[in-house]
């Protein structure tokens, strides 16, 4: 049974949030391990194996001595693993602010409704556009939750162009971050599409990869 209430988890750790509308604030991060997709770009293979298995008591322990109250829960892919939902759940209970940053294979469902989720959308270039599950769209909060879409090329742009306005994604989420895939397509190229769109969309870079660099972790 104490099986069933634990985590793999690869870091604990305390920073700014460096993407979605929160970036710039204080957050604590639980990253945990493993994740069903393989994106080309990743930026994340570091969780793919590995982790330490932790109760969710413990992870609950390290959060509070961060004293932040604004807490994201990510990874990998961080609700591939079912006790994922308990630990969400748990840190709502204790009054965090909470996000999920999930790839959008995995179904939201069943996700406690006080938490904010920031789904991907999977691109082309990705080359797990075929795994996104559609019906986590239906679950968007408006007042709450947001899309993103990683864009590493002009296809890449020209789909999510074209699923934001078939989907009527701008009255569903509160936000719609176009994030480019770093080191993949130019900033300024990316800017002039999305000023000319007419969209009612969000450009965000990886604050904290401008700040420590691509390849610090655990920060
Ligand atoms: S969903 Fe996220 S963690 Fe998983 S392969 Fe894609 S970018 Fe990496």
Known sequence: MKLLQMLRVTEI???????????GRPCTFVRLTGCPMRCV??????????????????????????????????????????????????????????????????STAGLDQRAKVILDIKCPASGEEPRNDW???????????????VIADEGDWLYAKN??????LESRTKAILISPAWDQIDLQQLADWISASGLNVRMQLQL?????????KGV
Request: glycine share 10%; aromatic share 12%.
């Open 41 to 106: 770009w990743c930026d994340s293979e570091y969780t793919f194996k590995g982790g330490e298995h932790y109760s969710i008591d413990y992870v609950m322990d390290q959060v509070k001595a961060f004293g932040c109250k604004l807490v994201e829960v990510t990874g990998g892919e961080p609700l591939a693993q079912r006790e994922a939902f308990q630990l969400i759940e748990r840190l709502c209970d204790e009054g965090y602010e909470v996000l999920i940053e999930t790839g959008g294979y995995v």
């Open 13 to 23: 750790f305390r920073s700014i949030q460096g993407e979605s509308t929160h970036a």
């Open 135 to 149: 019906s986590n769209l239906d679950r968007l909060r408006p007042d709450q939750d947001e899309v993103k879409f």
């Open 163 to 168: 699923l934001i306005k078939e989907r009527a």
């Open 208 to 216: 904290h990869k401008y700040i420590w660099g691509p390849d610090v």
